[in-house]
């Protein structure tokens, strides 16, 4: 860090669908931590790009900020910024940084966030490294950890922090959102709010990629290690039951994954295997269907925060590691709950 001053760390916020997901809360959870290890040499910062709202009040903080809030706020506004566009990330970012210059600028490694990341890297020159599990400073230099072949192998990197500040992008869910401190008393004191309006150029205003839509991928299609809830199935589910499997999926806004045996037999594409030869995941929610649970398919769950077994066999190795077990046949369970929701969303 930057000689004997109180070098700034940035947390970019993200937004999904118009609302700030939680991710932002886990960012900001590590790199409070970071500045806590650090005292008085590092302080924590969040950036926001938006568009400009017609009464921005300093209200307008109180969503990003639950439990841990920074001790700045640099909001930047500019009507282009009113959806997420690559260029319009890069050129507000880019103008920020040659504006305040951080030591360190730490963002989601969202859809998004592996987008503009590295582009503003490349642009502006910075150290980057991506898809961190864990980032900590010793003196001038940044030590990250990273995964490698699909969470088999770990590698730490050092990144010598100079006159330039390091990006860093980080893995979502990695560490899970933090809860309020049990010792905190009332919410967190409000951050020094600096609002800035962006002087952009004519041409980082109309961007040369233009948003058509959004349009979520199938369930099939859903990239495993990045999903929140994944529905798989095994031997249990057969050939018919993926049918049911990936509409249940579907409508739950998960992924479908699956057991070796599964992809052996052809019934879902190979890339959907989960466990040692297959994908290791890292979801939320993980619902394991007709799987007896071995080892080669667990050792791919480890990372799953809640799990959800269904088999008819109770002696099944699945339910020693599931949170809540259902005792039946995974077809007829799927068949009832997608019936549920099919009612819950035309409200029945
Ligand atoms: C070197 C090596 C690497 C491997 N790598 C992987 C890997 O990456 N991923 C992987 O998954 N496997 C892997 N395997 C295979 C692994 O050992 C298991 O054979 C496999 O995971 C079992 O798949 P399964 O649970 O679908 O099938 P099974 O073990 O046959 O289990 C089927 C389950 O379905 C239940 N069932 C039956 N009827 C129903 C019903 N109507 N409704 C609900 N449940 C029902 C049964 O009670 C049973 O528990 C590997 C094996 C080796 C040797």
Redesign the pocket.
């Known amino acids: 860090m930057r000689g004997e001053s109180v070098a700034e760390l940035w947390v970019v916020l993200q937004e999904q669908d118009g609302l700030p997901p939680e991710y932002n809360q886990e960012v900001l959870a590590e790199a409070q931590e970071l500045v806590q290890q650090h005292s008085g040499r590092l302080q924590l910062c969040a950036v926001q790009l938006r568009a400009p709202l017609p009464t921005a009040t300093e209200k307008n903080t109180e969503p990003f900020f639950k439990s841990i809030a920074p001790e700045r706020f640099y909001v930047l506004e500019h009507p282009a910024l009113e959806r997420y566009t690559t260029e319009g990330y890069v050129a507000a970012l880019s103008w920020l940084i040659r504006a305040h210059t951080p030591a360190l600028i730490v963002t989601s490694a969202t859809a998004n966030g592996q987008d503009w990341a590295p582009r503003l890297a490349a642009q502006l020159g910075l150290p980057f490294v991506a898809r961190c599990l864990r980032f900590v400073l010793e003196q001038d230099t940044l030590l990250t950890l990273r995964a490698l072949y699909g969470g088999r192998a770990y590698v730490q990197t050092r990144t010598r922090l100079g006159r330039l500040p390091a990006l860093v992008t980080f893995v979502p869910g990695t560490r899970g959102t933090p809860s309020a401190s049990r010792s905190q008393v009332g919410p967190s004191p409000a951050p020094e709010v600096i609002r800035y309006q962006l002087p952009l150029a004519t041409e980082e205003q109309s961007p040369r990629l233009q948003r058509l839509g959004i349009e979520a991928p199938a369930a099939e299609e859903v990239e495993l290690e990045a999903a929140e809830k994944i529905v798989a199935?095994?031997?249990?589910?057969?050939r018919e039951?993926f049918a049911e499997l990936a509409t249940f999926a579907r409508l739950l806004g998960a992924a479908v994954g699956?057991?070796?045996?599964?992809?052996d037999r052809g019934w879902v594409e190979s890339e959907r295997?989960?466990?040692?030869?297959?994908?290791s995941v890292s979801p939320r929610l993980y619902i394991?269907?007709?799987?007896?649970?071995?080892?080669?398919?667990t050792?791919?769950i480890r990372e799953a925060q809640t799990i959800i077994a269904?088999?008819?066999?109770r002696n099944?190795?699945?339910f020693a590691l599931a949170d809540l077990g259902l005792l039946?046949?995974?077809?007829?369970?799927l068949r009832r709950a997608i019936q549920l929701l099919q009612e819950e969303s035309v409200g029945v």
């Open positions: 199935g095994g031997r249990g589910v057969g039951g699956a057991s070796r045996v599964a992809t295997q989960i466990g040692a030869t297959g994908k394991a269907c007709g799987i007896s649970g071995a080892a080669q398919h050792s791919g269904i088999n008819p066999d099944a190795p699945i039946g046949d995974a077809r007829e369970i």
